[in-house]
């Protein structure tokens, strides 16, 4: 094994075994046998140590995502993400208050990745007219609810002693981004805004500059 990737296993390693969620660097040049100018040299510091270790550990959360196949229906996709979500947390408690009850500051690429998943999937019912809101804005939501929940399982599990916590909270916020029959018949205009854009993202029918001025005029639409 590289020294890089054995640094990072051995940091893992004990950051899974902290009761804190913190880890010394002192600690990880023991496990690893080397010295913290090797350490540095690879990581440029304690941050930058924990971001890719971060990385490391989400890689297998998100290698199960990316080989995922769509099914005919992304909501079903978006609830299966949240319970897949909420199971790595709990599982991985200490990576995951790293990525979002940190402030680390170098940034671990993995919520990058996932938040593009996710507005994949949002992006799919924009473009089936199921969307009430911008695919951007309706993955943020839906992460933002996801992560909260998540941290609070891992955070004060004690507050939270119903297991059905985590799907009365994912319906919940699925319903914030959903079009329902009512709300399509009042606000027609806007859901086909949202539509069209979906559509106009994935389309080569129009020139850069078309587009942008399309998309620009739907954006008013509210």
Avoid at 106 to 131: C, D, N, S, V
Avoid at 183 to 202: E, I, P, Q
């Amino acid at each position: 094994m590289e020294t890089r990737a054995a640094i990072i296993a051995r940091a893992a390693e004990l950051l899974a075994q902290s009761a804190t969620g913190d880890i010394s660097t002192r600690a990880v040049c023991e496990a690893a046998g080397i010295t913290q100018p090797v350490l540095y040299r690879h990581f440029g510091d304690k941050d930058g140590l924990l971001a890719a270790v971060v990385d490391a550990v989400w890689d297998e959360y998100l290698t199960a995502k990316r080989a995922a196949r769509p099914s005919e229906d992304p909501v079903e996709d978006l609830r299966a993400g949240w319970n897949a979500h909420t199971d790595f947390a709990l599982a991985h408690p200490q990576a995951y208050r790293l990525v979002f009850g940190s402030a680390l500051t170098t940034r671990p690429a993995a919520i990058a990745e996932a938040m593009a998943l996710l507005e994949g999937i949002t992006g799919r019912l924009a473009a089936q007219g199921r969307l009430r809101m911008a695919p951007s804005d309706a993955a943020r939501v839906i992460m933002a609810a996801n992560s909260g929940l998540a941290l609070g399982l891992i955070l004060r599990p004690e507050a939270y002693p119903d297991p059905a916590v985590s799907a009365l909270a994912r319906d919940a916020a699925l319903a914030s981004i959903l079009v329902d029959a009512e709300a399509a018949a009042d606000d027609a205009a806007s859901v086909a805004a949202t539509t069209l854009r979906a559509h106009l993202a994935g389309s080569s029918s129009f020139s850069p500059a078309e587009a942008a001025l399309l998309d620009e005029w739907l954006r008013r639409i509210r």
